[in-house]
Nanobody
Framework: QVQLVESGGGFVQPGGSLRLSCAAS????????MGWYCQAPGKERELVAS???????NYADSVKGRFTISRDNAKNSVYLQMNSLKPEDTAVYYC???????????????????WGQGTQVTVSS
């Protein structure tokens, strides 16, 4: 299967910046869409930003102009630059990716949808 591992979360004061990184590993043939979701306490997981293999991006209205998503296809990685952070951005951030991997046991290419374990972002004074 395919594993996604996030890094870069932490504690920051309002107005500060953080950069999240996520790297996919495994027998990856290709990754289509990658993205970042967040989940605050008591709320459902929601989309923050997504990016296609070709670089087309989509953002939640609440982060437009403040967050920037990017990816490095050669490294199977996706990034989220978070600027002008607000207390309401506090949440666990999850990396997402879907595409195709090679199943050694099945000797076949199979689709995958994978999530990272999540990284905590806390914005507070």
């Amino acid at each position: 299967q395919v594993q996604l591992v996030e890094s870069g979360g932490g504690f920051v004061q309002p107005g500060g910046s953080l950069r999240l990184s996520c790297a996919a590993s495994g027998s990856i043939f290709g990754i289509n869409d990658m993205g970042w979701y967040c989940q605050a306490p008591g709320k459902e997981r929601e989309l923050v930003a997504s990016i296609t293999r070709g670089g087309s991006t989509n953002y939640a209205d609440s982060v437009k102009g403040r967050f920037t998503i990017s990816r490095d296809n050669a490294k199977n990685s996706v990034y989220l630059q978070m600027n002008s952070l607000k207390p309401e951005d506090t949440a666990v951030y999850y990396c997402y990716g879907d595409g195709t991997y090679y199943s050694v046991s099945g000797r076949a290419y199979r689709p995958f949808e994978s999530w990272g374990q999540g990284t905590q972002v806390t914005v507070s004074s």
